[in-house]
């Protein structure tokens, strides 16, 4: 059976270890066919993302911090340089000073807010601008974002502000670039306990209200996300654009906490 991203390339920004959802949608990808490079922040992260990429059969790896524009651009003259091209992109980066992902989200200081915002938003609108001029034939880009975008999250605080930004970014980006065959989308993932994850607090009792108040009654693997991801970057989601598709085991559906869970 011939395997759906077969003949495409792309840039894979945020794999930080195995329990990245980045990484969930590299072995999605890759199992498919595509051709993979890979971005990491810093050189200790370096050293766990280049067995990984070797994992999927690549040896295009890259070092880029989204705070350091220079660095981007490097990245994607890299891509030119090699590639020539690209058909898709997946940005899944976030951060936040975790002393400020706790308490009340009206003590965020100016400086977090800030940069909450350009690593965790602005970013994505910086790297589509460098990707669209590479996607000649069309593409798919991709980011990740979270429910705490449109609802109350306990201690998600600014992160949740930056990824309304972020959600409003992909309707923008979806406008600009369609007309050149390039689509916009993200994924609302539900929690995983990742490095990003834990720096949220009380991120495992969270995660145990979703597992016990989904409509699954669980919470979502980097695998299931990677399968959506596949769906989004892939031709089979050709007539989708600037869209916020939730992969959270339907959590983001309820109203209110299961009887069951109300009882117990
Ligand atoms: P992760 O820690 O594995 O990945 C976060 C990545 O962001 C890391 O690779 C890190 O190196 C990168 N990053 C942070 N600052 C950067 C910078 N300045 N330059 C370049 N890269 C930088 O955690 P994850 O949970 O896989 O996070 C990936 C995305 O998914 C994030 O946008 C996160 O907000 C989002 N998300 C996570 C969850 C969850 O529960 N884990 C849920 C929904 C959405």
Redesign the pocket.
């Given at each position: 059976m011939t395997r759906i991203m077969q003949g495409k390339r792309g840039l894979i920004?945020?794999?930080?270890?195995n329990?990245?959802?980045?990484?969930g949608i590299s072995k999605a990808l890759a199992a498919q066919g595509a051709e993979l490079a890979f971005?990491?922040?810093?050189d200790a992260?370096g050293k766990r993302v280049k067995p990984l990429a070797a994992e999927v059969g690549s040896e295009f790896v890259l070092p880029?911090?989204?705070?350091?524009i220079a660095s981007v651009d490097a990245t994607f003259d890299a891509i030119k340089e090699r590639w020539g091209s690209l058909d898709f992109i997946v940005?899944?980066?976030?951060?936040s000073d975790k002393n400020e992902l706790k308490g009340l989200y009206a003590d965020t200081t100016r400086d977090n807010f800030s940069r909450t915002m350009v690593?965790?938003c602005f970013?994505f609108t910086e790297i589509a601008k460098r990707c669209a001029p590479l996607m000649n034939a069309g593409g798919s880009m991709l980011?990740?974002?979270?429910?705490g975008s449109t609802r109350v999250i306990p201690n998600y605080n600014v992160?949740g502000v930056a990824?309304a930004a972020l959600e409003a970014s992909v309707r923008y980006l979806a406008a600009d670039y369609g007309p050149n065959g390039i689509r916009v989308n993200a994924?609302?993932?539900?929690?995983?306990?990742?490095?990003?994850?834990a720096g949220?607090s009380d991120?495992r009792a969270i995660?145990s209200w979703n597992q016990r108040n989904s409509p699954l009654r669980k919470t979502v693997t980097?695998d299931q996300v990677g399968n959506s991801a596949l769906y989004l970057l892939s031709d089979l989601s050709a007539g989708v654009t600037g869209e916020i598709h939730f992969v959270d085991a339907g959590f983001n559906i309820t109203s209110m906490p299961t009887l069951d869970a109300l009882r117990r």
């Open positions: 920004m945020g794999v930080a270890n329990h990245s959802i980045a990484w971005t990491y922040q810093g992260l880029c911090d989204v705070e350091d940005h899944a980066i976030g951060f690593i965790s970013s980011t990740l974002t979270y429910n992160m990824k994924i609302s993932a539900g929690p995983i306990r990742t490095l990003a994850g949220i991120a995660l980097i």
